[in-house]
């Protein structure tokens, strides 16, 4: 438990009842939970603090535009008990659909869901106040360095992926919308209650302001369609020309990162030829 002061962290918020950690997904936080809070304590990993700073400002703003969102009961980042920012969180009762449903053809009306709250942030959020400057500002990759990264992996990805990241040039180079963004959504960040309704977004250090299409970036492959057809009934013209050009870009790059740094390309070769016959059209 790293010598956290949980008990004196809760006491200070008056918060008196009994606590144990939790299991964490991610690398930025040590999590602690009562029966009805979350205590998120910031980790000495590189990006810890900068993603609960700008949590702090984003996800406020986001539950206040109507999303589930977690209440956010106190954040601090005064360093007086412990090495890096701490936050209080609203507990939610739920299921990590990664965890629960991993399969996204299990839970299509999940990620539709996904996609109807995400349309709603877009078009609802037009201020967040950010006087310290927390929040991120995502961008896609250019075209340049996506291609360096694809041709440095045909060996082990094959060929094809330098052909599709070719023919995305022009649709990169086409002016987006700019909106509020969590831009970390994936099937960790979401939960679900056990008849797969949506329940929660979590995980708001990533948010800023970028292209909605962005939001997709780490979204499972085979999820995608369901999130823009959710997105789409709410928005159906938001995402601009050939959303799904900007979509495939931010996919190839995240999971040749990953190839690069870690070893391993975190993308299903097969869904994502899938996703290209299915959507090259659009951008060809």
């Known amino acids: 438990m790293n010598g956290d002061p949980v008990t004196a962290i809760l006491a200070r918020h008056g918060?008196?009842?009994?606590?144990?950690?939790?299991?964490?997904?991610?690398?930025?936080?040590?999590?602690?939970?009562?029966?009805?809070?979350?205590?998120?304590?910031a980790t000495a990993h590189p990006e810890a603090v900068p993603d609960a700073r700008t949590e702090s400002v984003a996800a406020p703003v986001a539950r206040a535009a109507g999303l589930?969102?977690?209440?956010?009961?106190?954040?601090?980042?005064?360093?007086?008990?412990?090495?890096?920012?701490?936050?209080?969180?609203?507990?939610?009762?739920?299921?990590?659909?990664?965890?629960?449903?991993?399969?996204?053809?299990?839970v299509p009306d999940t990620w539709r869901a996904v996609g109807r709250q995400l349309a709603?942030?877009?078009?609802?959020?037009?201020v967040c106040a950010d006087p310290n400057g927390w929040l991120d500002r995502p961008e896609h990759p250019e075209h340049r360095q996506l291609r360096a990264l694809a041709a440095a992996s045909a060996p082990q990805l094959g060929d094809e992926i330098v052909t599709w990241v070719d023919a995305l040039d022009a649709a990169l180079r086409m002016p987006a919308p700019r909106r509020f963004l969590h831009y970390d959504v994936h099937d960790m960040n979401l939960m679900c209650g056990r008849d797969g309704s949506l329940m929660a977004i979590i995980d708001w250090?990533?948010?800023?302001?970028?292209?909605?299409a962005l939001e997709l970036a780490e979204v499972p492959v085979r999820a995608i369609p369901y999130v823009l057809a959710g997105y789409r009934a709410e928005a159906p013209s938001l995402l601009g020309e050939a959303p799904e050009a900007r979509i495939l870009a931010d996919q190839l790059f995240c999971g040749l990162e990953d190839l690069h740094d870690r070893g391993r390309f975190s993308r299903d070769i097969g869904e994502l030829r899938q996703f290209v016959v299915q959507h090259q059209h659009r951008w060809r």
Do not use: K
């Not at 918060?15 to 304590?41: E, K, M």
């Not at 969102?69 to 990664?98: C, K, N």
């Not at 250090?205 to 909605?212: I, L, V």
């Open 15 to 41: 918060i008196h009842d009994s606590w144990q950690p939790l299991v964490c997904t991610g690398v930025a936080n040590r999590i602690y939970a009562t029966r009805d809070v979350v205590v998120r304590i």
């Open 120 to 126: 709603r942030l877009h078009t609802t959020v037009t």
């Open 205 to 212: 250090g990533d948010a800023g302001w970028g292209d909605p």
């Open 68 to 106: 589930p969102v977690p209440q956010l009961i106190a954040f601090d980042d005064s360093r007086e008990m412990t090495a890096g920012p701490y936050s209080i969180w609203e507990r939610i009762h739920g299921e990590t659909i990664g965890l629960y449903r991993p399969d996204p053809d299990a």
